[in-house]
């Protein structure tokens, strides 16, 4: 599963469900080169593991309260919410193996 989220739906679809799903968010941006990189990487894991997690993304420059809230400072930056809460992160594009074993120490 997948979805956009804004400053306006974040808490609903972010922490809310994160209650019940794990959410990982990828925070990004359009003139964001190793976003672009890392974008399909995470399409592709999100529809692998099935509903396990639901991709959540950001855009950073129309969404800068949850940005700022969350302390995103360089991008991309992937945050794993669970129980409504941060559990862990990473930032910068990596390689979907790294990624994977990532998510499988999460899940």
């Known amino acids: 599963m997948e979805i956009e989220v804004t400053d306006l739906n974040f ?11 794990p959410v990982l ?11 672009m990189v890392l974008k399909p990487t995470l399409e592709k894991l999100a529809k692998e593991y099935g509903g396990k997690f639901i991709l959540a993304k950001a855009e950073t420059d129309n969404n800068q309260i949850h940005s700022e809230k969350f302390g995103v400072m ?3 930056s992937v945050k794993l919410f669970k129980d409504g809460k941060v559990i862990d ?3 910068g594009a990596q390689p ?3 990624i994977k074993e990532w998510i499988n120490q999460k899940l």
């Open 89 to 91: 992160e990473f930032v």
């Open 11 to 21: 808490e609903k679809e972010v922490i809310d469900k994160s209650k019940t799903v």
């Open 96 to 98: 979907e193996a790294k």
């Open 74 to 76: 360089s991008i991309p």
């Open 25 to 35: 968010v990828d925070f990004w941006a359009s003139w964001c080169g190793p976003c």
